[in-house]
Nanobody, 124 residues
Framework: QVQLVESGGGLVPAGGSLRLICVASLRSFNTYHMAWFRQAPGKERDFVGAITWSGETAYYAPSVKGRFYLTRDNAKNTVDLQMNSLEPEDTAVYYC?????????????????WGQGTQVTVKS
C-alpha cells in the first residue's frame, strides 16, 4: 500500500524556519516527480514547489521562490521542503504528492498519490 507521510509542521514565529519531510513508501520512488502543495482554511489547494525524479530541477511558486527549497534523497525515499523567512501568509496544511509525468506539475490534477498533510502555523 502506497503511503506518503509528512512531518515537521508546527507553530513558528514570523521570520522563522521549518523543514518539512515527506517519506514515501513508493516502489521505484526515483521514477516519481515529487511536489508540495498547501491549503489554507477556505481556500483552494495551491502549488508550492516540485522536484524532478533526479532532483536536478526544482520549480517554485512565485510566492515562495527564494525562501523555500526542495531536496530529495532517492536512497531514503524522502523529499524535504526547507522553509525560511516564514510569513503569516504561509500558514496552511502542507501536502506531499507524487506523479510520474512532468506536465502540469503546478496543478493538483495528475498527481497519483497524496499525503495526509501537516499543519504549518506562522505567528505574526
Amino acid at each position: 500500500q502506497v503511503q506518503l507521510v509528512e512531518s515537521g509542521g508546527g507553530l513558528v514565529p514570523a521570520g522563522g524556519s521549518l523543514r518539512l519531510i515527506c517519506v514515501a513508501s513508493l516502489r521505484s520512488f526515483n521514477t516519481y516527480h515529487m511536489a508540495w502543495f498547501r491549503q489554507a482554511p477556505g481556500k483552494e489547494r495551491d502549488f508550492v514547489g516540485a522536484i524532478t525524479w533526479s532532483g536536478e530541477t526544482a520549480y517554485y511558486a512565485p510566492s515562495v521562490k527564494g525562501r523555500f527549497y526542495l531536496t530529495r534523497d532517492n536512497a531514503k525515499n524522502t523529499v524535504d521542503l526547507q522553509m525560511n523567512s516564514l510569513e503569516p501568509e504561509d500558514t496552511a496544511v502542507y501536502y506531499c504528492a507524487a506523479r510520474r509525468n512532468l506536465g502540469g506539475v503546478e496543478t493538483t490534477g495528475g498527481y497519483e498519490y497524496w499525503g495526509q498533510g501537516t499543519q504549518v502555523t506562522v505567528k505574526s
